[in-house]
T-cell receptor, first 106, second 117 residues
Framework: DAKTTQPNSMESNEEEPVHLPCNHS???????IHWYRQLPSQGPEYVIH???SNVNNRMASLAIAEDRKSSTLILHRATLRDAAVYYC???????FGKGTKLSVKP | EAGVAQSPRYKIIEKRQSVAFWCNPI?????LYWYQQILGQGPKLLIQ????????DSQLPKDRFSAERLKGVDSTLKIQPAKLEDSAVYLC???????????????FGPGTRLTVT
């Protein structure tokens, strides 16, 4: 019983922005939304997290819907090194779905 | 700052044998997690420790899996006896573990790839 829903795969061109969506309709008021990514043969890597407001860091931006039932991870300029599986976790932060496999074309 | 260390990186055993994995978290991180990741799936939480106490082990198959975190620092995960379906990558992660926000900001080790034949 996955608590987040993400598209199985997405494709992007290098140096273009990428918007990765996640639905978390069962989220509670105190649940943070966390995003991770996993490169091949590596452990997941923390990307960003937020509660209500949009967040920016050196890796990405996180846009959270006003009702908090969905969020979007934004990679402003995709590079080949961004090709990975992206997971959003919420509620509880300890449940990972299958994630979105992002492919980046040169 | 050193990351989460795990060993071994790879292990091949026959079914019904036993195996143990070791994890050393980031210094100062109170919370430690063990995950199982089967090929093509996301990580599945097996057990969560806060210092040396168990917070959640509801998905740990306790008839064959055991884990301990002595002295609240490093941890071992054991499987005895192993089954074919235990073939997976076993990931260890740690977090500061203070407050709801920091529980989710986990730092993962490289994992141990287990193959059971």
């Amino acid at each position: 019983d996955a608590k987040t829903t993400q598209p199985n795969s997405m494709e992007s061109n290098e140096e273009e922005p990428v918007h990765l969506p996640c639905n978390h309709s069962t989220i509670s008021g105190t649940d943070y939304i966390h995003w991770y990514r996993q490169l091949p043969s590596q452990g997941p890597e923390y990307v960003i997290h937020g509660l209500t407001s949009n967040v920016n860091n050196r890796m990405a931006s996180l846009a959270i819907a006003e009702d908090r039932k969905s969020s979007t991870l934004i990679l402003h300029r995709a590079t080949l090194r961004d090709a990975a599986v992206y997971y959003c976790t919420a509620p509880g932060n300890l449940i990972f779905g299958k994630g979105t496999k992002l492919s980046v074309k040169p | 700052e050193a990351g989460v260390a795990q060993s071994p990186r790879y292990k091949i055993i026959e079914k019904r044998q036993s195996v143990a994995f070791w994890c050393n978290p980031i210094s100062g991180h109170a919370t430690l997690y063990w995950y199982q990741q089967i090929l093509g799936q996301g990580p599945k939480l097996l057990i969560q420790f806060q210092n040396n106490g168990v917070v959640d082990d509801s998905q740990l198959p306790k008839d064959r899996f055991s884990a301990e975190r002595l002295k609240g620092v490093d941890s071992t995960l054991k499987i005895q006896p192993a089954k074919l379906e235990d073939s997976a990558v076993y990931l260890c992660a740690s977090s500061l573990g203070r407050g709801l926000e920091s529980f989710g900001e986990q730092y993962f080790g490289p994992g141990t790839r287990l193959t059971v034949t």
